[in-house]
């Protein structure tokens, strides 16, 4: 793929590589959104790695290669592990694992047996055990230390909290893989989707986003999953690593039945070609699979190098592709005005599926590609639910075609496009003129977790938009039923419905109303905390940045957005429509009632089981009361609101950082007083 000029001296490629990896690795790891495939950030990195060997005068100790990605989050406590957790190196043909597997012969000069099992695509975990019970889970992190995410990683069904047996060593480590199964994905995006929230681009970033969720009951609700495949500590039951496994099975652990010892190169391959395909077939994700050398004894004599085991390595397999013409890139303006290109392409079979269009994200992707009309594309889905596509067959170029560039205009209404620095999408700046925006606004107005007007859906939107009845959002408390009949397909019962559906939306909360008015990254939660925190909307108005900040979990991004809508006259106008219509621009008084600064600043931890008040209850007395309720323990926690049974583990790390129990009656009290 001609992504890059491979021309260039080498100290100049070395440096556009690290800039290149840089990049991409806080696409990936911070904003679980990677731009390029797996592969093709492995194929980078062993560039560098290779330059890197060959001209060491161009070290750098922050060079890309030097690191592991990172999920630390800050919110959570950190652990460092006790064996680092490293990598695997990764291999993408035959020839590759052959050579793996000769080298191990060379090394070993014994027999050996390979362990063959499948590489989960999800996010790696460590769990350790002591007398038999789950003490900690913690992720990867950078390898070295990760988060401890042990309330979260008790909801999942599949992880055992007591072993059972009594021949399990009194203290050990057990790795694996946290995973979303396909199914549970789908659903989740489709609620998501439905909610207007930004969809997961595949199970394994959901799974890891699930994980780092401060709140453990929303994690429950996700039904995620876990593979264990690693045992480490002293004292394990046996020489084989496939024999640990099944006995870890035995204790409770879910264990890949995808998993067979094989004693020839022939055995490791038709492993692998029977899960290239029937890895299709299973209800989760895998990108390939894992060789690992059985014997433990074996394996501490082949060693590691500083980033992964000698002893075992990853085959990985090739995301499904199919190659297919290019006849048109048309461009989609959302409801926030950003302008994404969409690939038209010659109907194409991919896993399963006919593919006609493909994301091609921004214009920084259309121009690496140098994409042309009529060219040969490759299409991938590789895990994601939009196809993407990933190079072109130049050699298929006959005629070359217009090449494809991202318009200047707004392809709708005309306006110039916008790109702010930093960021790669496009945006048109028209909001008050330009149709799909303005439409995607009403739809997100009326939508389920917004004003809940359910009969009025994206269809009737189009309908009394293109009609000329509405031209904004503040137009629909205008309409009378008298004013629809004239509508295609719309019969009297209809009509009155979609006008007692507005009608009903007047009683709607401040919070949901605030969150429908679509403003930049005011979801449904930062919407709730703006409400609370201004009671109503003048106030809210009238915050500038610094006011807007000084609210829990509000930072500047979202503070400078909020700022700018307000700064807006067509906004102020719409507030001022909207609140004459009667839509509620003001907090309820049983939320403003009762409400006091009693917790101001205090994060508190709520665990155990309580006789008086539901844990959901506790939840919103302590935002009622101006404190914040956060998922696990560590040094900021100001005190744990403790109820019967409290988790050994919780009660532990509360020693440890000194953080206070509060009892339930004391609680109650301390609100009172
Ligand atoms: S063994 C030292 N086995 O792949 C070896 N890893 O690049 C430890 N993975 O971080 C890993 N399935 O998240 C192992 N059957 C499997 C695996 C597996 C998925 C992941 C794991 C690890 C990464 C290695």
Known sequence: MPFLSEQMNPEQRIN???????????????????????????????ELQELETQYPQYDDENSPTRRVGSD????????????????????????????????????????????????????SISLTYVDGRLERAVTRGDGEKGDDVTANVKTIRTIPLLLTGDDYPREFEIRGEVLMPWEVFEELNRERAEREEPLFANPRNAASGTLKLQDSTIVAKRKLDAFLYYMLGDGL???????????????????????????TLDEVYEFIDYFDVARKNLPYATDGVVLKVNSLRQQRNLGYTSKSPRWAIAFKFQAERALT???????????????????????????????????LHNADIIEKLDLHIADMVYVEKGGEIIPKITGVD???????????????????????????????????????????????????????????????GPETVELLYNSGLIKNISDLYTLHANDLFFLPRMGTKSAENIISGIKESLSVPFERVLFALGIRYVGATVAKRLARAFINIEALMAADVNALIAVDEIGERIAGSVVDFFARESNRN????????????????????????????????????????????????????GGKNVGSVSKATSFILAGANMGPAKL??????????????????????
């Open 237 to 263: 039951p046996a020489d084989g690593h496939y024999e640990n496994l099944q006995k870890a099975a035995q204790w409770g652990f879910k264990i890949s039945d995808a998993t067979r010892k094989c004693r």
């Open 72 to 123: 630390l989050t800050k919110d959570f406590v950190q652990v460092q592990h006790k064996y680092p957790m490293l990598s695997l190196g990764n291999t993408y043909s035959k020839a590759e694992v052959a050579e793996f597997y000769e080298r191990v012969k060379r090394s070993l000069n014994d027999e050996f047996e390979i362990c063959c099992e499948l590489k989960f695509d999800g996010t």
């Open 325 to 359: 013409r290019l006849n048109e890139v048309t461009y989609q303006v959302g409801r926030t005005g950003v302008v994404t290109p969409v690939a038209n392409l010659d109907p194409v079979q991919l896993s399963g599926t006919v593919v006609k269009r493909a994301s």
């Open 394 to 456: 130049t050699d298929a170029r006959f005629l070359i075609g217009e090449k494809v560039r991202f318009p200047s205009k707004c392809p709708v209404c005309g306006a110039t496009l916008v790109r702010n620095d930093g960021e790669a999408a496009h945006y048109c700046p028209n909001d008050s003129e330009c149709p799909p925006q303005i439409k995607g606004r009403i739809e997100h107005f009326v939508s389920r977790d917004a004003m809940n007007i359910d009969t009025i």
């Open 652 to 673: 532990e790390k509360a020693q440890k950082l000194n953080v206070p129990l509060v009892g339930e009656d004391e609680f109650l009290k301390m609100l009172q007083d």
């Open 574 to 625: 719409l507030v001022s429509a909207l609140q004459a219509a009667g839509v509620k621009m003001v907090l309820e008084d049983e939320v403003v009632e009762g409400r006091t600064d009693k917790l101001k600043g205090k994060s508190v931890v709520i665990s155990g089981v309580f006789e008086h008040h539901s844990r959901d209850e506790y939840k919103s007395m302590i935002e009622m009361h």
């Open 16 to 46: 556009e590589l690290r800039e290149l990896l840089h990049r991409h690795n806080y696409n990936y790891y911070i904003k679980n959104a990677p731009e390029i495939s797996d592969m093709e950030f492995d194929a980078l990195m062993r």
